[in-house]
């Protein structure tokens, strides 16, 4: 059974930092494309940050470049994938999801398997 399963959320001050986790395990990831997405109350989902499959590449959303950062680490059976999110804004407030695709970059929500996301919220 494939699952994604992230934690890492919460509350935290504006300036402040959280590091997002994401475990994926029931199949091998090392060759799926790795996202986090995140959703604000009354918007639409958006893509944050990508890793292209083996790692080889990062893409960024421009409201995050330079704050955020996204990792994957291969393990035996399962995959991690990370997102460091360092001088967070309010406006960064949103469900934060992980996402896999069986193929290229993509910034669609054109992924196989999403996780439940993890709130993220930041006070002023």
């Known amino acids: 059974q494939v699952q994604l399963v992230e934690s890492g959320g919460g509350l935290v001050q504006a300036g402040g930092s959280l590091r997002l986790s994401c475990v994926a395990s029931?199949?091998?990831?090392?060759?799926?494309?790795m996202s986090w997405f995140r959703q604000a109350p009354g918007k639409e989902r958006e893509f944050v940050a990508i890793m292209s499959k083996y790692g080889g590449n990062t893409y960024y959303a421009d409201s995050v470049k330079g704050r955020f950062a996204i990792s994957r680490d291969n393990a035996k059976d399962r995959l991690y994938v990370y997102l460091q999110m360092n001088n967070l804004k309010p406006d960064d407030t949103a469900i934060y999801y992980c996402?896999?695709?069986?193929?290229?970059?993509?910034?669609?929500?054109?992924?196989?398997?999403w996780g439940q996301g993890t709130q993220v919220t930041v006070s002023s």
């Open positions: 996402a896999a695709r069986n193929g290229g970059a993509s910034t669609r929500h054109d992924y196989d398997y």
């Open positions: 029931g199949r091998t990831f090392s060759n799926y494309t």
